[in-house]
């Protein structure tokens, strides 16, 4: 498999919370993984907020964060385009996606174009989810819907 790991699943890999043990998997699974490059900056932002938040301590947020950039040399990294960008106003409008989310689509539709095969998005995002699917993304888990609405 080749996945595209949005924020919301990359953060899960760090931090333990509903959905890690899926994202394990999916990592297991993938012959290459990818993202694009404001990732960075999101799974950082996420970090901080989860010490804001309370919902992790300093000392585990730095470690998570610590571990993430260790694994960022790995990673697929997908750069923000003049392409990109375009392709992600387009989603924006279609689907409604909110700015970043859109970018994530972007990235991915771009990849699995350039690629000529099918990419996998890992995401725990409703939204970026359905819009996957409906741009003709594999997407992963493939039960987030029906797990988080029931």
Same mark, same amino acid.
């Given at each position: 498999?080749?996945?595209?790991?949005?924020?919301?699943?990359? @953060?899960?890999?760090?931090? #333990?919370?509903?959905?890690?043990? /899926?994202?394990?998997?999916?990592?297991? /699974?993938?012959?290459?993984?990818?993202?694009?490059?404001?990732?960075?900056?999101?799974? /950082?932002?996420?970090? !901080?907020?989860?010490?804001?938040?309370?919902?992790?301590?300093?000392?585990?947020?730095?470690?998570?964060?610590?571990?993430?950039?260790?694994?960022?040399?790995?990673? @697929?990294?997908?750069?923000?385009?003049?392409?990109?960008?375009?392709? /992600?106003?387009?989603?924006?409008?279609?689907?409604? #996606?909110?700015?970043?989310?859109?970018?994530?689509?972007?990235?991915? #539709?771009?990849?699995?174009?350039?690629?000529?095969? !099918?990419?996998?998005?890992?995401?725990?995002?409703?939204? #970026?989810?359905?819009?996957?699917?409906?741009?003709?993304?594999?997407?992963?888990?493939?039960?987030?819907?029906?797990?988080?609405?029931?």
């Amino acid at each position: 498999m080749i996945s595209y790991f949005d924020t919301s699943a990359l @953060v899960k890999r760090y931090a #333990l919370e509903t959905g890690s043990q /899926a994202v394990y998997e999916a990592i297991a /699974a993938s012959r290459l993984a990818g993202t694009v490059l404001i990732t960075r900056a999101e799974v /950082a932002a996420a970090f !901080a907020k989860a010490i804001r938040t309370a919902t992790l301590t300093t000392d585990e947020a730095v470690l998570c964060l610590s571990r993430f950039r260790g694994d960022w040399p790995r990673l @697929v990294r997908l750069s923000v385009s003049e392409a990109t960008v375009a392709r /992600a106003e387009q989603q924006a409008w279609q689907s409604g #996606l909110r700015g970043y989310d859109s970018v994530h689509l972007a990235a991915a #539709l771009l990849w699995q174009e350039a690629l000529g095969v !099918a990419v996998t998005v890992v995401t725990y995002d409703r939204a #970026l989810w359905i819009a996957a699917a409906q741009a003709g993304l594999a997407n992963y888990p493939a039960d987030l819907i029906t797990a988080t609405s029931s």
